[in-house]
């Protein structure tokens, strides 16, 4: 197993947000989680990223066989994974080129590999950028600095592509995209699946599954997963919207 | 008068018949009317407003040397090698206050331009040298100008005739060589003719530092359409104490763009005043300190609106080390007249530690109503959720830092235009930020002495 999350318990400033979550992800599989707003899905991404300003209170989080919550903020992606931020950050005066240069050295330097140079370097990022159909010249461009909602999420892609990880977790990458868009960030993480990577997918909506098939459709709610299914499921959700959700877990239906 | 304004006042006294020897009749005049204006103004105290957090006569020492006569010609460019890479700038050089030379005391280039000893100049064109000289009110300036002007030795005399654009930059460098306690004051005038440009390279270091004092004015006039680009580097070592005044004329469509960078001081001081005397002249004035240990870096900048139409920007940046103090002081004054005056003014800072201390005061003075202006200033550290951005991707802390930080000084680094001179610097400066100081072993200017390499930001703490 790639990813083992259970019984995860996560507060921010005192407040519970995950409440006992469980998931497996296996190399090659494609997991969707959706829910309604503010049952905890960024909340579950920024906690394998490693952002501080949540606690553990209970349960683990097993990655490639390791305890992924001891790993410091970098190692985690040097292990491989990579989170598809909702909101990127703007980044003024570094350049995507530079960026990406040193955290592909420094990931290939942790697995005893060489450092690219230039040369390499440029011819790799050039393929890349076909990916998401970039055509800016990205050694001239700061991370993410006047960028539009869709380029940022290109960008996000773009570094996925680049970086190669085991684990991509994307965070809403479909919100703020029109259609032109989702559809070239949509085939842009399709080039990028393999047997040997697991992706998960946090969306609101059915319609970026269009375009990205998930194994396994999974519903978040207060806290935990409360439902999951195929990729019917979200045709479901789509069609029914969550009320439904919401009535038979307050039933006791769901659990 | 304080202790230290009446050891000035006698300097002057004493000093006078000597230093006046060679004067033309309105030079002895100028010195007699600002050593006036000096004993009554006073030397900088802490009732001064603008000198209040760090009082100069606290700094100063008791005595001081005033070297009354000019360098034996020394063959600088046999010692002095300046790394920066196919710069191929025109030096020149002061010692100890005094234009050094080896041929001429004043050179006229093929192309019309004039560079060397302004005393030279002085004889040798006086109704040029006094349509710009001192044009400056001695009872608006502070009040270290009127100190030069009646004290000062030599200095750098530089006239570019109407319309002529000088391609190769003019590199000033000013040393002081002497183990004892200098007092060295320059005065250097530099004017544009109609539609000329010239870009100056301005190097101030010392070499076998005593506890010098310097205290250098440099004139600037900017005929119509002028355009200058001056760049002035501090390097200091840790017991000097500089301040610096640049005193800036424009007329119609000048031009005048500064770069202030201070990577190492004891006590440096820079106050550049820019007069937009007529309409759409334009200042863009820039500054990057990166300071630690016990160091004082001051700048202050003073943009006076005066006519209609005229632009300026003021952007300041610096990251504050150990305890290390930086201070910031920018005013822009907009006259009733001035209408459609856009100008802008930020600063901001990075500190590194609790004992870090940065003063900053933007400030706006308007009195006009059709006006495009703003301010601000910023103290903090380095952007957590950037940090964490970077972080993610695979890059260490240590790393993340410096690339923040990098980029945070690369602002107005790049606003250098030229060449070489940006490059050496982009390199200098990401070797201090990294904690390597940059060394010049081919020059002889204090930063190939190992004593003062000592520099280093600890990331960790940023």
């Known amino acids: 197993m790639l990813l083992k999350i259970e019984n995860l318990h996560v507060s921010i400033h005192g407040k519970e947000i995950l409440k006992g979550f469980n998931l497996e992800v296996d190399r090659g599989e494609v997991h969707a989680i959706m829910g309604p707003n503010g049952t905890g899905k960024s909340t579950l991404a920024a906690v394998i990223a490693g952002k501080e300003v949540f606690d553990v209170t209970k349960g683990s989080i097993t990655y490639k066989g390791k305890d ?74 700061s991370v993410n600095e006047g960028f539009s909602g869709g380029e940022k999420k290109k960008n996000e892609i773009f570094q996925m592509a680049m970086l190669e990880p085991k684990l991509a977790i994307l965070d809403e990458t479909d919100s703020g995209l029109d259609i032109d868009a989702l559809r070239v960030v949509a085939n842009g993480v399709n080039q990028l699946r393999s047997p040997e990577n697991a992706i998960i997918v946090i969306t609101h909506y059915q319609r970026l599954l269009d375009y990205i098939v998930p194994d396994k459709v999974h519903v978040l709610y207060d806290g935990k997963i409360v439902k999951s299914g195929t990729k019917e499921l979200a045709l479901e959700l789509e069609e029914k919207g969550y009320d439904w959700i919401k009535k038979e877990y307050e039933q006791g239906k769901l659990t | 008068m304080t202790p230290f304004t009446q050891y000035i006042v006698n300097l002057f006294e004493k000093n006078a018949k000597q230093l006046t020897e060679g004067d033309v009749g309105f030079l002895a005049d100028l010195r007699k009317k600002a050593i006036a204006v000096f004993a009554e103004r006073g030397f900088p105290t802490g009732k001064m407003e603008s000198w209040r957090h760090h009082p100069l006569d606290q700094h100063v020492e008791k005595e001081y040397t005033l070297q009354l006569t000019p360098e034996p010609y020394l063959p600088i460019d046999k010692v002095f090698k300046c790394k920066i890479g196919n710069i191929g700038t025109n030096m020149f050089t002061l010692m100890n206050g005094w234009y050094v030379h080896q041929h001429a005391p004043l050179t006229i280039f093929p192309n019309g331009m004039m560079v060397g000893s302004l005393l030279m100049a002085i004889q040798q064109h006086p109704d040029l040298v006094k349509a710009h000289l001192a044009q400056q009110d001695l009872q608006k300036t502070d009040p270290l100008v009127a100190m030069n002007e009646s004290l000062f030795t030599d200095g750098l005399f530089i006239y570019v005739p109407d319309n002529l654009h000088v391609d190769q930059p003019i590199q000033m460098v000013s040393l002081a060589t002497s183990k004892e306690n200098l007092l060295i004051q320059n005065r250097n005038l530099i004017v544009l003719g109609k539609n000329a440009s010239l870009s100056i390279i301005y190097c101030n270091d010392s070499i076998h530092d005593g506890k010098s004092f310097t205290n250098n004015v440099t004139e600037i006039s900017l005929d119509e359409q002028a355009k200058m680009n001056y760049y002035k580097m501090e390097n200091k070592d840790p017991d000097s104490l500089l301040i610096d005044h640049i005193l800036v004329d424009g007329k119609t469509s000048a031009q005048f763009l500064s770069n202030t960078i201070t990577f190492n001081a004891g006590y440096v001081r820079t106050m550049i005043t820019v007069n937009l005397n007529e309409p759409y002249a334009d200042a863009k004035l820039y500054g990057l300190y990166l300071v630690d240990k016990m160091q004082y870096v001051d700048n202050h900048v003073f943009v006076w609106h005066k006519a209609t139409d005229c632009t300026s920007t003021q952007l300041y940046k610096g990251v504050i080390d150990n305890e290390a103090t930086a201070n910031f002081n920018g005013h822009i004054l907009v006259a009733q007249d001035a209408q459609r005056t856009a100008a802008f003014q930020t600063n901001r800072n990075i500190t590194l530690t609790d004992e870090a201390r940065i003063m900053t005061k933007p400030f706006l003075e308007i009195y006009a109503d059709d006006v495009q202006c703003s301010h601000g200033a910023t103290v903090g550290q380095l952007n957590d959720e950037a940090l964490f951005y970077l972080r993610s991707r695979g890059i260490c802390e240590r790393n993340a830092r410096i690339l923040l930080l990098y980029a945070f000084a690369n602002e107005i680094v790049e606003t250098i235009e030229i060449e070489s001179l940006r490059h050496r610097l982009t390199d200098m400066v990401k070797k201090r930020i990294r904690g390597e100081f940059s060394h010049c072993e081919e020059c002889v200017l204090h930063c190939s002495d190992p004593k003062d390499i000592t520099f280093s930001i600890d990331v960790s703490k940023i």
């Open chain 1, 68 to 141: 992924l919550l001891a790993m410091s903020i970098e190692e985690r992606a040097r292990e491989g994974i990579f989170i598809g931020f909702q909101y990127p950050v703007e980044i003024p005066g570094v350049s995507i080129a530079n960026f990406m240069r040193t955290a592909l050295n420094e990931i290939r330097q942790y697995r005893g590999e060489e450092p690219l140079t230039a040369a390499q370097f440029l011819r790799l990022m050039e393929e890349k950028k076909k990916v998401v159909e970039l055509t800016a010249k990205l050694s001239d461009r």
